[in-house]
């Protein structure tokens, strides 16, 4: 890791960051709410508010959610990712990570539905989000409860095409805690990297040491206190502010024995074509604690990017710009993938049948990204998971494709 002189960090904060504007006082902080919207879109289940057991007419409209999406933002949000886009760098050297969101219960087909998709994954560390218990002890099943309770077979691990499993997520607890320990036994018995439940996980790829943390916003299951530690931080609360106290700590903990810093984060609103300000604040204060990469899954959409500027002054915050300071003063780049969407999944609209297989490489901090995009598909054994660009003589493919190319960005494309 380069260490830049002390004298250079000095001049940096005497002649760039006095100009800077109160983080308070511009966006995302700062910016203009969405007018006219349908009551659905306004819904949204991770700000703990209500209940879908007991507020019936809500949970109507949180229905409506999932099938229409909200696919607008407010105006700033609109006018920063379209600056943003350009400014993504392609892949360069270093550890290449290969990222997925959300791997959910499919209901068939366990140990082949991502075999089609599997050599997207090219990356030196491949890393995604387990979004159901596997469970030898209970039966394969999706129960509404108010809302989905998952449990998938075992079998379904045999075919994951990752290293790395984040397992702390709303449904880590569908099946109970016995359940959830059946799963990290046969999560075990498999040989993957764990991380979420209990501890983090750090790895060593190529020489680089890189820390796996990860959170979660909360559990399905409103009245339960896990008996585990499961890492959940209210992340969706919007009064009062979240405590990131315990998160900045851990990252901070993390930085001093690594190299690198991937943060895993299960948050963000479900259904909505781009993070929510609220999350990008969020976001900067955790690369400002150390955090090089953070990886959202959980709005089971695909949301744009950020390239986040550490300490450097002459990058100044606000629309168009990701931009922080932190206290040890280095130099760096992060970045932030809010929703890579699902990868596999029974959900019935287009966006979220697509999701993203992103890259990023570090050496030691961001170099640079990449993106391919994978769509759920009826395939001769059942759902698969399936590359999209072998799909686009099909108008609907197509036009997804055409969509998420505008939404993310042609250029860093793989």
Not at 43 to 66: C, F, H, M, N
Not at 106 to 123: H, M, Q, V, Y
Not at 241 to 248: E, K
Request: net charge negative; proline share 8%.
């Amino acid at each position: 890791m380069v260490r830049l002189p002390p004298l250079f960090l000095i001049g940096l904060a005497g002649c760039g960051f006095a100009r800077w504007p109160d983080p308070s006082e511009v966006y995302p902080a700062v910016y203009t709410p969405e007018e006219d919207l349908e009551p659905y879109e306004e819904v949204r289940w991770e700000t703990g508010t209500w209940d879908p057991t007991e507020d019936l007419d809500i949970a109507a409209q949180y229905l409506l959610k999932s099938n229409n999406h909200r696919p607008g933002a407010p105006v700033e949000s609109l006018d920063h990712f379209e600056a943003m886009r350009p400014q993504l760098p392609p892949l360069a050297g270093g550890v290449e990570l290969s990222l997925v969101g959300d791997v959910m219960w499919i209901g068939e087909n366990w140990s082949g539905f991502l075999t089609p998709a599997a050599d997207l994954l090219d990356g030196d560390l491949r890393i995604g989000n387990l979004e159901t218990p596997t469970s030898a002890l209970h039966p394969v099943e999706t129960v509404l409860q108010g809302l989905p309770a998952f449990n998938a077979p075992p079998e379904m691990l045999d075919g994951l095409p990752l290293d790395v499993l984040q397992l702390n997520n709303n449904h880590s607890l569908d099946v109970g805690e016995d359940g959830l320990t059946s799963t990290l036994e046969e999560v075990d018995a498999r040989g993957y990297v764990r991380t979420g439940i209990d501890r983090h996980a750090f790895v060593e790829v190529d020489g680089q040491r890189i820390a796996l943390l990860a959170y979660a916003w909360g559990l399905n299951q409103l009245d339960v206190t896990p008996e585990r530690e499961l890492f959940l931080v209210p992340f969706g609360h919007l009064d009062p502010p979240v405590d990131l106290s315990s998160v900045r700590a851990e990252i901070a903990a993390a930085r001093e024995d690594a190299d690198s810093v991937v943060v895993l984060l299960h948050w963000g609103f479900e259904y909505e074509y781009y993070p929510d300000p609220h999350f990008m604040v969020l976001a900067r204060e955790l690369v400002a604690a150390g955090a090089d990469v953070l990886v959202g899954s959980g709005p089971h959409v695909v949301q744009p990017p950020e390239l986040c500027h550490v300490n450097r002054a002459e990058h100044v915050p606000g629309i168009g710009t990701c931009s922080v300071r932190s206290d040890d003063g280095e130099p760096r780049t992060a970045a932030v993938l809010y929703s890579l969407g699902n990868f596999g999944t029974r959900m019935a609209r287009l966006p979220a049948q697509v999701g993203l297989v992103a890259s990023v490489s570090l050496d030691p901090d961001v170099t640079g990204l990449g993106w391919q995009a994978a769509a759920t598909v009826d395939g001769a054994n059942g759902l698969e998971v399936v590359p999209l660009d072998g799909l686009t003589d099909e108008p609907d493919y197509a036009e997804e494709a055409e969509r998420l190319d505008a939404h993310l960005g042609a250029h860093w494309r793989r």
